[in-house]
């Protein structure tokens, strides 16, 4: 007789998991239904004979690279919140969003987080050993969800967050595909311009022996740097990336490079308020999930992105462990102060002398403006800093909207105005001799 292995719920909705003997799966499922129970899975068990040996039985998994994306994690929070709206156990809820996601990193970390619960683990015990899916941010919301006992509810808050976070960094995004655009086409158009045509301009002119103007001689020069060294014009970017990158490896190499990144003329104001906007939020939800202050300063930090703000927020837990509230710390040490790397990269990336001296004007400016140093204060008097922290980052949401907006309409007849000028320089440079040549043959 044939044995199966079937899972249920019963009349609370709580999930059985059991094995029975019976002649067929009918009679198997005709059985459980008696016992009060609904099946919901139902499988033959394999004989000891075939499994001996063999072990758990695994699916086969791909190999995946990184983390989950946050669109896919975005979605899934906002599923498994509506599922746990309507009353479905978490096992079968991840089960059932599990079996919808496509092989990648979400789908092989909530089959791992199943296992994890079955084995008696809570919710949050078995996410946290999936952190590329799950990070501490998420977890600990979840953790702070089971305590209290509101699950449902800390679900919603946080697809809601991810949600917000979300759309503001695709209409970050979504800013900035323009302008990366025009400058890749208009760099493309310009090399081979560059390196095809100028170089055939310069073989006439040195036919007929013409005398060239400057202008000509500047753009024959350029043409002729660009047909040599033509690997440059890609490495150069390149390489400037990968010296950035080997930079913030190091310490104090990140905490210059983060401090530049805010101050750039332009886009440092946009980076700011993205940051603040991003941890207020962050914290707020941690806040008003229940989670420790201090965890959720920790958490608010790590998920910064920036050394000056990493720097701010660990300042403000010492202070909270001493006693003191958060708005006085984080006034007191929402500046930056000189760094010699930052310096550096003023002086490299900004005009010489002339950035190395915009930076001695800038890097004392506070990246914590009163009005929010001010709502955090009134939060904490009240009772109400979640709220107070939900409004400051409502508010630099829509600044960093109209922000990037206003920049990606100042960027546009910006880059039409370089294009057509190089564009004109180049067309003037190679008809002036032109027209000369031809006056001297009519």
Known sequence: MPTFQF????????EIKDVIDAPSEEDAQATIRQMGYFVTKITVKKSRKKSEGAGPAKKKRGFVFGSVKSRELTAFTRQLSILQDAGLPILRSLRILAGQAKPGRLKYSLEDTCESIEAGDTLSEAMAKSPKCFNRLYVNMIKAGEAGGALEVILQRLAEFQERAESLKRKVKGAMIYPIVVITVAVG???????KIVPEFEKIFIEFDLELPAMTLMLVSLSNWCVTYWYLIPGIPVSVWLMIKLIRKFKHGRIGWDQFILKVPIFGQLVEKNILARTTRTLGTLVSSGVPILEALNITRDTSGNAVFERMYSKVGE????????AKPMKENSTPGFHPMAAFFWFCFIGGPIGLLLYLLKFNKRVVDDIVVNMVDVGEETGELDTMLYKVADTYDEEVAVLTESLTKLMEPLLIIFLGGAVGFIVIALFIPLVKLIEGLS
């Open 7 to 14: 899972e249920a719920m019963d009349s609370t909705g709580a």
């Open 189 to 195: 158009i310009l090399t081979f311009i560059m390196i």
């Open 319 to 326: 202070a909270i462990r001493e006693g003191e509230s958060i």
